[in-house]
């Protein structure tokens, strides 16, 4: 009971803790790209090679070797052992571990509980003084005015907080909640000498819901001129920043459907989209789409259409979240509204069905990106041309396939007038810029580059095989039928192999991250430095078919290698002990390993 009392408070404490958050306070992180970086603390360096991944939760040094999760840097960190580590984190994430950890889990469960059902019963009293009281005129006219349909008030629970200091939390109190339960839930504050208030006021309630329906926190938007104009509920055990949608739970089935879904940036885009008959659409809660966001819409889709509003503001909002999309491996289309206009403005005017049809002709994103960058800039200076190119040329960079980006960079070429031949030029350059000098892999150990020094983020061909094993069953299958299960020098490394193999019997066609996080659960703590590592270089290195014969090649050899040695030592013993049978078995046997390792060498392969 105990052990699983353990890990579901392990599992709680790691759903609870921004590996991010904790590691900023010892180290000043900058953004890259996906991932942190920071100098290292765990050895002297002058450039960054600490890195840390917010979607993976894990974190690796390139330099030294170091690397983990959030309990891994703790115990390293401070020099505690795992329950310190798991005490200290617990009481970070606010878990009260004194009446002993299978109490603590149980008051966790039932502190939930709580929270939902406060959560319930918040949205059910405002939404109902927003259709009965008279405190709540404005607001309904407020509603009348943007046209939205007492079906959609009733579909999305809207509500009003009332101009009262404590009308949900005298309601909530009556409902048997404590007022640190209500603060908990973020919705009361306190203040001496007052006590408890309500933290929203004459606002008009946008309960926001988790795919399951249930009410984890609000968005207010006041009605007057108070600021902010919108309030959202802070950070609590059931509401992080950035990690939900708005309507997504009224959107699920019609993203499967379709295949897609549409972010709005506005509540009141979704819920017009939805009354227009569009019902795929969320919108992200008064910030741009984040990695956590974009990653709750992949597990139900592989195709988003960003439809912000036709100004300024919506357009650089567009920009800033279309390159980590394409990033995450989703098919991302930008939608084009009409000038000026929000998503709820066209959809009042022209209806749901001219909606879709936009949604429909929705240009890729770097079409979207070319259009723009191309109207910022006079393309007929030929230096302007340049420069709007080389804007573009990062966007470019990003997409793999070939002939997707033969396509765009033909787009590029017919909209600046600039040879195709010329564009290509810039990307080479880009990209051997971004990579450094161009690398290579050579037979006899590291992966090294053109100058012969080793790469240091990218350390022998074993952890390139371990990177292409987890990456897909089928490598994997191809990896074992070159060198069999058994080759794996680093002993971290077969054991995570290992646990794959398992973990793919068990689970037929798991991948991506259901596979990872499985795959993290299965392995012992010292294992997991070596696939923070694999994981963080995921994405950065191309695994491709010759690099990865490559690297075979270049194992295989060693194994050879290693055996020859061996071989020799036993020879010279043979021939001095006078064994001839021994001599001459041994004596083939080394013949045979000289040729296939000349062959190899020679490129041939046959063994
Ligand atoms: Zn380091």
Request: overall charge positive.
């Amino acid at each position: 009971m105990l052990a699983a009392f353990r890990e579901n408070l392990i599992e709680e404490i790691k759903t609870r803790v921004d590996i991010i958050d904790l590691i900023s306070e010892y180290v000043p992180l900058k953004r890259r790209g996906q991932n942190y970086v920071g100098l290292c603390p765990f050895h002297t360096e002058k450039t960054p090679s600490f890195t840390v991944s917010p979607s993976k939760q894990l974190f690796y040094c390139f330099g030294c070797g170091v690397g983990g999760d959030a309990f891994t840097f703790l115990m390293k960190r401070e020099g505690l052992n795992f329950s310190e580590a798991l005490t200290r984190l617990a009481e970070r994430v606010g878990i009260n571990l004194e009446e002993g950890e299978g109490a603590g889990i149980f008051k966790l469960r039932r502190e939930k509980e709580r929270l939902y059902q406060i959560g319930a019963l918040a949205a059910r009293f405002y939404h109902l003084i927003l259709l009965r009281h008279p405190t709540a005129a404005q607001a309904r006219e407020y509603l009348q005015r943007r046209r939205v349909s007492l079906e959609a008030v009733r579909k999305f629970e809207l509500g009003y907080a009332p101009d009262s200091p404590r009308a949900l939390v005298d309601y909530l109190k009556r409902h048997g909640f404590h007022p640190r339960e209500i603060a908990l839930a973020g919705l009361a504050a306190s203040r001496a000498p007052e006590g408890s208030f309500d933290r929203f006021r004459r606002r008009l309630m946008f309960p926001v819901k988790d795919p399951a329906g249930k009410v984890i926190g609000f968005g207010g938007r006041a009605l007057d001129n108070s600021e902010p104009k919108y309030l959202n509920t802070p950070e609590t055990p059931l509401f992080r920043k950035g990690h939900h949608l708005y309507g997504l739970h009224l959107a699920v089935a019609g993203i499967r459907r379709r295949g897609k879904a549409v972010v709005v940036e506005g509540y009141l885009d979704a819920i017009s989209a939805w009354q227009h008959g569009v019902d795929n659409v969320v919108a992200t809660l008064g910030t741009a789409l984040t990695i956590e966001q974009a990653r709750a819409l992949k597990r139900y889709t592989e195709e988003v259409i960003i439809a912000y509003d036709a100004d300024a503001a919506g357009r650089a909002a567009a920009l800033r979240v279309l390159g980590v999309l394409a990033d995450m491996g989703l098919r991302v289309r930008v939608l084009l509204l009409p000038e000026g206009k929000d998503p709820d403005e066209f959809l009042q005017r022209q209806g749901g069905q001219a909606f879709q049809k936009l949604v429909e002709e929705a240009p890729p994103w770097l079409v979207y990106i070319i259009e723009q960058v191309a109207q910022s800039y006079n393309l007929a200076d030929p230096s302007e041309c340049v420069k709007a190119i080389q804007k573009i040329i990062p966007y470019l960079a990003k997409i793999e396939d070939a002939v997707e980006r033969d396509n765009y960079v033909r787009i590029l070429s017919r909209r600046t007038g600039q040879l195709e031949t010329a564009i290509y030029e810039e990307l080479h350059k880009f990209r051997a810029r971004q990579m450094g000098r161009p690398r290579r892999l050579i037979l006899d150990g590291d992966i090294r580059d053109s100058q012969g020094t080793a790469v240091t983020t990218f350390q022998g061909p074993e952890v390139y095989l371990l990177c292409a094993y987890l990456a897909s069953e089928e490598w994997a299958d191809r990896i074992e039928a070159s060198l069999g299960p058994a080759f794996w020098s680093l002993p971290q490394a077969g054991i995570i192999a290992s646990a794959a193999k398992e973990l793919r019997e068990e689970y037929p066609g798991l991948e991506g991250e259901d596979f990872q996080d499985k795959l993290s659960k299965k392995l012992p703590p010292d294992a997991l430095p070596l696939l923070a590592r694999v994981a963080l270089k995921e994405g950065q290195e191309p695994l491709e078919p010759k690099a990865l014969e490559q690297a075979i090649k270049s194992i295989q050899l060693k194994k050879w290698e290693d055996e020859m040695q061996a071989c020799r030592r036993s020879l010279s013993l043979a021939e001095a002990a006078g064994r001839e049978d021994e001599v001459k078995a041994l004596q083939t046997r080394i013949l045979d390993l000289a040729r296939n390792i000349k062959n190899l060498k020679a490129g041939r392969g046959e063994t």
